[in-house]
């Protein structure tokens, strides 16, 4: 599990609920969202942790699911 994180965007209180989350579930991976806002837009996926890449954009990107 991924949480897309922005300190400008998320909330305190759901970067700690994510944080909880991930670490009963899984191991917690936590992405610069502004950081990859920059490079890939705000139509990015996050695959394999910090593996970010592009939506519906052909090869070498993530399908959206709607």
């Given amino acids: 599990m991924t949480i897309r994180y922005d300190k400008t965007k998320t909330s305190r209180e ?4 994510a944080a909880k989350a991930c670490l009963l579930v899984s191991k917690p991976s ?6 990859y ?11 394999s942790c910090y593996n970010a ?3 519906c954009g052909g090869a070498y990107t993530l399908t959206a699911c709607v």
């Fill in 14 to 17: 759901f970067a700690e609920l």
């Fill in 37 to 47: 806002i920059q490079d890939l837009g705000e139509e990015y996926g996050i695959a």
């Fill in 53 to 55: 890449l592009p939506e």
């Fill in 30 to 35: 936590f992405a610069n969202d502004a950081y």
